[in-house]
């Protein structure tokens, strides 16, 4: 039987390592398949990436990211046992390019933006956080001109409207959730 307060790296240069995760109300792993086909998608574009995981939680899409060539990533949730699970996984591994944030992620989306590549996005459900967190995004400079934004929703829902300038690019449900991927398609204002 599945361990669930593990995860397992499915590719690249922590293959197969498995990784603690906090047993936290809410939290819902990325399932192994899901990454697996998401990562498929990013290939292409995941080599040097800097990548945002807002609502990073177990950390399952940020670690992966790095496992697999990103560049840099930056995550953030606001839960406190949670983020220090996330820095003492980022020490077990020894990773450096990694900086993880305790905040609310609509809190930190209001801050000084930085320009990132790929963003994991995946609230919690039943929250309403979706838009409003894609809205920030856009408006407010998160973004480089042809960034990849993921984003996970329970598929009961009709597709979230996407900001302007922003295509969809992939989308596939599994069980209760469906999961998208997005490209910016313009240049910042």
């Known amino acids: 039987m599945r361990n669930p307060n593990r995860i397992r790296i499915i590719g690249g240069e922590w293959r197969g390592r498995k990784l603690a995760v906090p047993n936290r109300p809410g939290l819902r792993p990325t399932p192994d398949r899901v990454r697996e086909t998401l990562f498929n998608w990013l290939q292409p574009v995941i080599s040097g990436a800097r990548c945002l995981d807002l609502f990073a939680g177990s950390g399952a899409l940020g670690w992966e990211a ?75 400079g998160w973004l480089s001109p042809h960034a990849r934004i993921y984003f996970e929703h329970e598929s009961e829902l009709q597709e979230p409207p996407l900001p302007p300038g922003w295509r969809p690019a992939r989308s596939k449900r599994a069980g209760q959730v469906s999961y998208n991927l997005a490209v910016r398609t313009q240049e910042p204002a």
Do not use: H, N
């Open 66 to 140: 790095l496992s697999r060539g990103g560049g840099e990533l930056v995550m953030v949730d606001r839960d406190r046992q949670t983020v220090e699970t996330l820095r003492d996984t980022a020490r077990l591994l020894g990773c450096d390019r990694v900086t993880v944030v305790q905040a609310d992620a609509l809190d930190y989306l209001s801050g000084a933006a930085r320009s990132f590549d790929i963003v994991f996005l995946d609230p919690p459900f039943r929250k309403g956080w979706l838009i409003p967190c894609m809205e920030r995004l856009e408006r407010r």
